[in-house]
């Protein structure tokens, strides 16, 4: 085999094995209840090309035949199906941000809760605090147009994750775990911050004890590690 073919053969069988980390993240944010019917989640490929699964997939029943390959403008270069109405959301992200390597979008209860009604954001748990502070975007309008699109890449900034008014939430990563591990973490922070509302003021972690949290947990093993116990669920 020639060497063009070699690398040819590499370079395939590393897509194919992005294909199935973003299925397997899929399958488990749809197993934790963070996406249902709707959700997506992408890999960025480079030459401006994405991984992304089709909009019409069975979340819970993903394979990598449901993941297509798109370019920036949403034209499906590889794959059968088309992407979400949303995939403007992953391009917007990756137009304005080179560092991210991997985008989720869901539309999660418990982190729409506290934007339905104004409530911000707290640090409330250890891991919850890697994505504090929260930007929102102020419209609950879906991400399917480049304005929309732009917009949401502006309220994201550099962070690693933004909520989005009465619809859902953003998380992005130097790769599929990350980006899976954070929305994660986000959501059941809003969980424990909605729960514990109910019941009195939940103490929210001060500036110091947020650097601390992020100084111990934001790491490659622990960000594996929560990767791992989900995916063993999966079976
Ligand atoms: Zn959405």
Redesign the pocket.
């Known amino acids: 085999m020639s060497e063009t073919a070699l690398k040819d053969r590499k370079d395939a069988m590393s897509v194919t094995e992005l294909k199935q980390q973003l299925v397997d993240c899929i399958r488990m944010l749809e197993q934790s209840d963070i996406i249902d019917y709707?959700g997506h989640a992408s890999i960025r490929l480079g030459d401006n090309r994405i991984l992304i699964n089709i909009g019409s997939c069975q979340r819970s029943k993903l394979t990598t035949a449901d993941i297509c390959t798109i370019d920036l403008e949403g034209n499906v270069i590889e794959g059968n199906g088309k992407p979400p109405l949303?995939f403007h959301l992953h391009a917007g992200i990756y137009r304005a941000r080179v560092d991210v390597k991997a985008v989720v979008?869901a539309?999660p209860k418990w982190s729409t809760f506290l934007t339905m009604v104004g409530e911000s954001y707290r640090p409330v748990y250890a891991q919850g605090s890697l994505v504090y502070p929260m930007p929102v975007l102020d419209s609950p309008n879906?991400?399917n147009n480049p304005v929309m699109a732009k917009r949401l890449a502006d309220t994201l900034g550099d962070r690693p994750a933004a909520m989005m008014k009465a619809?859902?939430a953003v998380t992005v990563g130097k790769d599929i775990v990350e980006a899976f591990v954070l929305a994660n973490y986000l959501e059941e922070n809003a969980y424990r911050q909605y729960m514990a509302l109910q019941i009195g003021k939940p103490y929210s972690f001060s500036e110091q004890e947020v650097a601390l949290c992020r100084e111990q947990l934001w790491t490659e093993s622990l960000f594996k590690r929560t990767w791992d116990h989900f995916r063993a669920k999966l079976g």
């Open positions: 709707n949303e979008h539309h879906s991400i619809h859902g």
